[in-house]
């Protein structure tokens, strides 16, 4: 596998850079990539690179198993990925689900997972707490290199290129190490410390969420239904304020239920919000015998921002690739990450994987620029149609309407389960998809 990986391993800086002799062993803090964080994104990324036969440093700041704020619900997009990777939902921890419920307006509403050939018909739940853990282990299988503990503090910058080739790094025991490798991935979350010191920033003309989680002990852990509740009512006020958001009830299989809300910054009283006191007056109005109250609560309650629609660009720059929360590729329709995250990285490491393959600096330099046209026409057209979305829900005379007329028409809901889940046949699909499909396309990304 090394071998062929030093067929194609080339400097991006230099002919000569970085490049161990032929019948010398690369040094251990040195790489033909190295992926920064080891999240959904990173730990994706660094198995399709090291599948095909680079040398990847996978760098994680943490340890696993380790905690991680989250819904915890995998659509089928997200298990199509997973098969990608080989993993096997056969073991004890994975509870399947068969679709979404509904629950507003005064309606209760059951959609399965819509019947295709794209994706698998069926979704998963499972606690970050060792999902992503998972994942890494299939990344070291394939030959990356973990270092745990390893926090990533800046890029180190060729003076004459003007590119990154390697990171500074905090060490486990608090020493500064040095990586070299002449492409970075930045995988490291909403934050992105790293895009920030290359100067690649988040964009204020994208949506952004808030979302806060904990687990309750409750008889529903076994619910084969991601549940949404598409009314969240902030009554902290003078008035009542209709939030755009929802809240989810999420059956973890292992006794407990994952209970949360997401809200978007659609509104005006985003920042006023107090999103951990509304998920207790959420819950407390739940039936009690659901056991979602405070003497059931397991673990304390945890928020997390979700960066949407492209909110950091460009994705490539000077040596530095972008996936996951690095690059706000959360969708603004549903707030789904994890699907998303995973199937960049499977893009990104396709870019690479073929720029690697070039002869010369200036051609492999021609394919990494690719890689942001490539996310554009993957999601460019769907996020912009996100967005949109994301402002008519931010009316609450419009989240009021929907849900009251929206909600009993099972046809269109249908559609919409479709629309938001982003789950259609791209060929072979219905009318629906043809619909969704048509709209994607015909709408420009910006």
Known sequence: MRTVARKYQGPFVSETALSPLPDRPRPSDEADVIVVGAGPSGSTTAYHLAQAGLDVLLLEKTAFPREKV??????????????????????????????LRIIGGGVRLELPWPDLTEYPGFGLVRTRYDFDELLVGQATRAGARLRERTNVRAPIIDERSNRIVGVTAKG???????????????????SSRLSVA??????????????????????????????????????????????????????????????????????SSFRDVDYRQLLRRWTDGMPEEWGFAEENQRGPIRGAALPMGFNRTPHYSRGLMLVGDAGGMINPFNGEGIAYAMEAARLAADVVTH?????????????????????????????????VFVRMIGNPEFMKYATRYGLPQRTLMTFMLKMLANLTDPRDGDAMDRVINGLNKMTPAA
Not at 172 to 190: F, H, K, M, Q, W
């Open 70 to 99: 989250c819904g915890d619900g995998l659509t089928p997009r997200a298990v199509k990925q997973l098969t990608a990777m080989g993993i096997s939902f056969e073991d004890e921890g994975w509870i399947r689900n068969h679709g």
């Open 172 to 190: 486990p025991d608090g020493e500064t190490l040095r990586y070299r490798a002449p492409l970075v991935i930045a995988a490291d979350g909403n």
């Open 198 to 267: 290359m100067g690649i920033r988040k964009r204020d003309d994208r949506p952004m969420g808030v979302a806060v989680r904990t687990y309750f002990e409750s008889p529903r852990h076994e619910d084969d239904y991601l549940e949404s509740w598409l009314e969240l009512w902030d009554r902290s006020g003078d008035k009542d304020v209709l939030l755009p958001g929802y809240g989810w009830v999420f059956g973890v299989g292992d006794g407990t239920s994952n209970v949360g809300l997401g809200i978007l910054n659609s509104t």
């Open 355 to 387: 720029a690697m393959a070039r002869p010369n600096q200036r051609e492999r330099e021609r394919v990494l620029l690719s890689y942001p046209r490539i996310l554009s026409d993957a999601y460019g057209g769907y996020y912009t149609l996100g967005r």
